[in-house]
């Protein structure tokens, strides 16, 4: 059944839950408000029977009067706390997690993008590596990027700023060339027989592993030969 609080979607199915957040602006913030709703449907995930969540974001919220834009766009500011809660929920969690990339990902969505397990999309979205104040650190996560293209390209996207394609983000390691639903759908089939526990010590595994997020796009591979 779908549930909806505002500007966040949930729609939960055997085994995996669909998370569809909007963004507060263009700047692509999320406000305190939504932060304080991700945490929590994150948090009801760990201890349920998830195995996959994924994220899509949808473009910014036109129902939101500017004024409310104005404050809101103050509270992601004030709300990095909140952010960085998400994140360490994903980095820490028994379940896979995907993101959808709809158009531009940018600021703390991009934030939200990286610390999942991979990254998908249209052939036409972007991934924006802008210095923005809705980041949860005025910056995108460097370590993390470091961690999933390396030192050297790490740095390279975040001193030039980058605008990668999707094309050049799948080039790089960043993000996948497959189509979503596709992707999906393998991810969904594959977690089927294997217990959450399981899916911990992988992912604990391939994230303190040396240039770890490099060999995560092998995992389905892996666990379609196990099951």
Known sequence: MQRSTGLITTEPSP???RITVGQADDSGGF????????????ANALDGSTKLVVFQSTTPHSSISPSEKITEHTAVIRHTTQIQMALEILRQAAFFSIFVAEGETKGSVLDLALACDWRVG?????LCFSRDPTASKGLPDGERL???VGE???LDVLLRQRKLSWAE?????????DTPEDFINGIHKAVTDIDKQSIAVMRHAVRNAPNADNQLSRIPDSLSVAV
Do not use: H, N, W, Y
Not at 122 to 126: Q, V
Not at 169 to 177: E, M, Q, V
């Open 15 to 17: 085994l995996m839950l």
């Open 31 to 42: 406000t305190g408000t939504i932060m304080e709703e991700l945490c929590r449907v994150l």
């Open 122 to 126: 249209a052939k036409s979205a972007d």
């Open 146 to 148: 470091a961690q999933l």
């Open 152 to 154: 050297f390209s790490a």
């Open 169 to 177: 983000a799948s080039r790089i390691g960043l993000a996948l060339p």
